[in-house]
């Protein structure tokens, strides 16, 4: 196993696992979890929009096909994590929070960027990328079912 595939699927799983089960989190709207939604100011059905994003997010991200779902499912986890930083600083927040949601914002991108060839939606630029009139063109990669 190469190690761009150890750390595509080391990051991915503890991603995953920790916004799922703080998704259900939210949408079992545990006692503490409304206590933390409370204290940053958000309203309660926040904690149902963000908890089915999250969940919805999980398997976007790991049911296989589905390439552009899964790019909008990095994105939504980056701005949802890195919402969660500021609004945490916000807050005033103990630095371990911060760190936290840090944490997964950066696994977020460790696992878009090491994300095989099969889930890739395609290549923006690339020394191959044929132009039309000067400007690139988006191309889809070949797909391959290696993982």
Same mark, same amino acid.
């Given at each position: 196993?190469?190690?761009?595939?150890?750390?595509?699927?080391?990051?991915?799983?503890?991603?995953?696992?920790?916004?799922?089960?703080?998704?259900?989190?939210?949408?079992?709207?545990?006692?503490? %979890?409304? *206590?933390? #939604?409370? /204290? $940053?100011?958000?309203?309660?059905?926040?904690?149902?929009? =963000?908890?089915?994003?999250?969940?919805?997010?999980?398997?976007?991200?790991?049911?296989?096909?589905?390439?552009?779902?899964?790019?909008?499912?990095?994105?939504?986890?980056?701005?949802?994590? %890195?919402? *969660?930083? #500021?609004? /945490? $600083?916000?807050?005033?927040?103990?630095?371990?929070?911060? =760190?936290?949601?840090?944490?997964?914002?950066?696994?977020?991108?460790?696992?878009?960027?090491?994300?095989?060839?099969?889930?890739?939606?395609?290549?923006?630029?690339?020394?191959?990328?044929?132009?039309?009139?000067?400007?690139?063109?988006?191309?889809?990669?070949?797909?391959?079912?290696?993982?």
């Amino acid at each position: 196993m190469t190690i761009k595939k150890v750390a595509y699927w080391t990051s991915t799983a503890i991603l995953t696992l920790g916004l799922f089960t703080g998704g259900l989190s939210q949408l079992a709207n545990q006692q503490d %979890t409304v *206590a933390a #939604i409370e /204290h $940053l100011g958000y309203p309660l059905y926040f904690m149902s929009i =963000i908890g089915t994003w999250k969940v919805l997010a999980v398997v976007a991200l790991l049911v296989p096909g589905f390439t552009r779902l899964k790019e909008w499912a990095y994105a939504g986890v980056f701005f949802n994590m %890195t919402g *969660a930083v #500021i609004s /945490h $600083l916000v807050c005033g927040d103990p630095a371990w929070r911060v =760190i936290v949601a840090l944490s997964f914002a950066v696994l977020a991108v460790i696992s878009w960027g090491m994300r095989p060839e099969s889930r890739i939606l395609g290549t923006l630029l690339s020394a191959t990328t044929p132009s039309l009139n000067g400007l690139p063109m988006v191309t889809s990669s070949p797909r391959h079912s290696s993982y």
